[in-house]
């Protein structure tokens, strides 16, 4: 049996989507439908997917001859169609974020947990046999127990979205709802706790596209807590030049140890306390990188694990139970810097 998939929103990451179900799981899946104005990325999406049906309407792609829907859009829209289409009793992969603000991730929720069709959140990350590992190291007491999580994100602005949606906060969620609920997700996983409060700073500096009050920030530090007392940080910027090699850090330090990404070499790296060599050790991991737009770890495999969770009922690492707490942290750290307090989840 091949699933019939509609894909809503066919801008990079869409595309990216078609490209990876269509020809990456080409055996089990096809592109029957796609929806956009955009008659640029309708062309890109009818080169991959040549027999597609075009639509302009949701609704039209929700309510047609289909097993399941893949939703790219802007993060304001994600929660709506997502409701419309379990409604309809489709499958749903729906990027992130969960929602743009605690109403909406609540509303997904409640019907997540009622349904019995397949709704997988798209936290690649999770999927990557790279992140997994150090998931893997963790639970095998490689660290001792964990104490702190950290993430660092030094890179440039984002890129350009229709309309500049990502730019206004009420649209996105915020810089830290669209960036960073990948890297709460991870860490929140990693350390197998929920977040209880949090507090945040931050500001527009340099990049600013709408202006105004709602447009997002651009540079921000967050700090939280679990409700098992492991304490977290996340810095962001995102005015920094690439020179810097690692964009992106992320690592957990434990009562006898520290583990950090290394990403750009798809290394981990493990420190011992009180060991007698001063090096880390390395683990070099086998993991893909992903063939879509930002070439992500776990993209690919995400992907094909959507597949089997509809077909032979393979539990996803991310529902909406799963990852909306990462979300849910964003959004708290987002009211932070507003109200300049302390914020409990």
């Not at 859009?73 to 992969?93: C, D, I, Q, S």
């Given at each position: 049996?091949?699933?019939?998939l509609?894909?809503?929103?066919i801008?990079?990451?869409?595309?990216?989507?078609?490209?990876?179900?269509?020809?990456?799981?080409?055996?089990?899946?096809?592109?029957?439908?796609?929806?956009?104005?955009?008659?640029?990325?309708?062309?890109?999406?009818?080169?991959?997917?040549?027999?597609?049906?075009?639509?302009?309407?949701?609704?039209?792609?929700?309510?047609?001859?289909?097993?399941?829907?893949v939703?790219?859009?802007?993060?304001?829209?994600?929660?709506?169609?997502?409701?419309?289409?379990?409604?309809?009793?489709?499958?749903?992969?729906?990027?992130?974020?969960?929602?743009?603000?605690?109403?909406?991730?609540?509303?997904?929720l409640?019907?997540?947990?009622?349904?019995?069709?397949?709704?997988m959140?798209?936290?690649?990350?999770?999927?990557?046999?790279?992140f997994?590992?150090?998931?893997?190291?963790?639970?095998a007491?490689?660290?001792?127990?964990?104490?702190?999580?950290?993430?660092?994100?030094f890179?440039?602005?984002?890129?350009?979205?229709?309309?500049?949606?990502?730019?206004?906060?009420?649209?996105?969620?915020?810089?830290?709802?669209?960036?960073?609920?990948?890297?709460?997700?991870?860490?929140?996983?990693?350390?197998?706790?929920?977040?209880?409060?949090?507090?945040?700073?931050?500001?527009?500096?340099?990049?600013?596209?709408?202006?105004?009050?709602?447009?997002?920030?651009?540079?921000?530090?967050?700090?939280?807590?679990?409700?098992?007392d492991?304490?977290?940080?996340?810095?962001?910027?995102?005015?920094?030049?690439?020179?810097?090699?690692?964009?992106?850090?992320?690592?957990?330090?434990?009562?006898?140890?520290?583990?950090?990404?290394?990403?750009s070499?798809?290394?981990?790296?493990?420190?011992?306390?009180?060991?007698?060599?001063?090096?880390?050790?390395?683990?070099?991991?086998?993991?893909?990188?992903?063939?879509?737009?930002?070439?992500?770890l776990?993209?690919?495999?995400?992907?094909?694990?959507?597949?089997?969770?509809?077909?032979e009922?393979?539990?996803?690492?991310?529902?909406?139970?799963?990852?909306?707490?990462?979300?849910?942290?964003?959004?708290?750290?987002?009211?932070?810097?507003?109200?300049?307090?302390?914020v409990?989840l």
């Amino acid at each position: 049996m091949k699933l019939k998939l509609g894909f809503i929103g066919i801008g990079a990451m869409g595309l990216s989507h078609v490209k990876s179900f269509h020809e990456g799981c080409g055996q089990q899946a096809e592109a029957v439908a796609i929806c956009s104005s955009n008659e640029i990325n309708i062309a890109k999406a009818l080169a991959i997917a040549p027999k597609a049906g075009v639509y302009k309407s949701s609704e039209e792609v929700i309510h047609s001859d289909l097993d399941a829907v893949v939703v790219s859009t802007p993060n304001f829209t994600h929660v709506p169609l997502a409701l419309e289409t379990l409604r309809a009793g489709k499958h749903l992969f729906l990027e992130k974020a969960v929602g743009v603000n605690k109403e909406e991730c609540g509303e997904l929720l409640a019907m997540a947990d009622k349904t019995d069709r397949v709704l997988m959140i798209g936290h690649e990350l999770r999927y990557s046999a790279y992140f997994q590992k150090i998931k893997e190291l963790l639970d095998a007491g490689e660290i001792g127990v964990p104490r702190m999580v950290w993430c660092k994100e030094f890179r440039g602005p984002f890129q350009k979205k229709s309309h500049d949606w990502i730019q206004d906060s009420r649209k996105s969620g915020g810089a830290l709802v669209d960036k960073n609920c990948h890297h709460f997700d991870l860490m929140n996983w990693w350390v197998g706790a929920r977040p209880k409060r949090v507090c945040a700073f931050g500001g527009n500096a340099v990049e600013r596209v709408i202006g105004g009050e709602h447009q997002v920030l651009d540079h921000a530090t967050v700090s939280w807590e679990y409700e098992n007392d492991v304490r977290g940080t996340l810095q962001l910027c995102m005015f920094a030049p690439e020179l810097q090699g690692e964009d992106l850090e992320m690592g957990i330090v434990g009562d006898k140890g520290i583990i950090q990404t290394r990403i750009s070499k798809i290394q981990i790296l493990l420190w011992k306390r009180n060991a007698e060599k001063k090096e880390p050790v390395v683990y070099d991991v086998e993991a893909r990188r992903g063939t879509g737009w930002g070439n992500h770890l776990g993209f690919d495999e995400i992907h094909e694990a959507f597949i089997k969770a509809v077909l032979e009922g393979k539990r996803p690492l991310t529902t909406v139970r799963d990852c909306v707490d990462g979300t849910l942290l964003a959004i708290a750290a987002e009211e932070s810097i507003r109200k300049k307090a302390i914020v409990e989840l």
